[in-house]
Antibody
Framework: EVQLVESGGGLVQPGGSLRLSCEAS????????MNWVRQAPGKGPEWLSY????????YFADSVRGRFTISRDNAKNSLYLQMNSLRAEDTAVYYC?????????????????WGQGTLVTVSS | EIVLTQSPGTLSLSPGERATLSCRAS???????LGWYQQKPGQAPRLLLY???NRATGIPDRFSGSGSGTDFTLTISRLEPEDFAVYYC?????????FGGGTKVEIK
């Protein structure tokens, strides 16, 4: 059974930093691209970042590019999101999600498995 | 950026009724690269359909999808009590990946 477990969320002041982790199990982690998706209270999901299975390619949404960094450690079956310069509008539940790209498409995936999410609150 | 607009915002139906949810894209979605997700309160989204009409593993056949280009539909043939939730569409045709604003299916 695929399992994704996020951790690292919490309360942080504006301008602060936070590092989220996602531990994967139940599948061969190194074979899959991974993503971070967030959901603000009462809103739809928002894709944030993608990292290829080998870790050599990453993409970001405009809203977080330059502030967030994605990384992975395939030996530890773990995905990370380093979040800097946090703003109030970054308050959301953050999910890691396994990505499946359709043949012939860009790198762009749909998300077939999600973690339970970790809440990040940016407030003074 | 492809903007996805879902309608209606809320659908009030009774168990056993048919639900028809719409997702309209601001630009054509290539090769039906569209997915649908179900989300219940306090839970993560769950993949229902990919490729506009392919059911994900374990999804019952009362869920079906259709459409192409800019207009897509999710149909739930007969609503079961566990189907009352929020539904989102997502395009993976181009970057950035985007989601619709959701349709809430509530019990009438």
């Amino acid at each position: 059974e695929v399992q994704l477990v996020e951790s690292g969320g919490g309360l942080v002041q504006p301008g602060g930093s936070l590092r989220l982790s996602c531990e994967a199990s139940g599948f061969t982690f190194s074979h899959y691209a991974m993503n971070w998706v967030r959901q603000a209270p009462g809103k739809g999901p928002e894709w944030l970042s993608y990292i290829a299975n080998g870790g050599g390619t990453a993409y970001f949404a405009d809203s977080v590019r330059g502030r967030f960094t994605i990384s992975r450690d395939n030996a530890k079956n773990s995905l990370y999101l380093q979040m800097n310069s946090l703003r109030a509008e970054d308050t959301a539940v953050y999910y890691c999600a396994r990505g499946i790209a359709a043949a012939g498409s860009c790198w762009c995936p749909y998300f077939d498995s999600w973690g339970q999410g970790t809440l990040v609150t940016v407030s003074s | 950026e492809i903007v996805l607009t879902q309608s209606p915002g809320t659908l009030s139906l009774s168990p056993g009724e048919r639900a028809t949810l719409s997702c309209r894209a601001s630009q054509s979605v290539s090769s039906t690269y569209l997915g649908w997700y179900q989300q219940k309160p306090g839970q993560a989204p769950r993949l229902l359909l990919y490729g506009a009409s392919n059911r994900a593993t374990g999804i019952p056949d009362r869920f079906s999808g259709s459409g192409s280009g800019t207009d897509f539909t999710l149909t739930i043939s007969r609503l079961e009590p566990e189907d009352f939730a929020v539904y989102y569409c997502q395009q993976y045709s181009s970057s950035p990946l985007t989601f619709g604003g959701g349709t809430k299916v509530e019990i009438k």
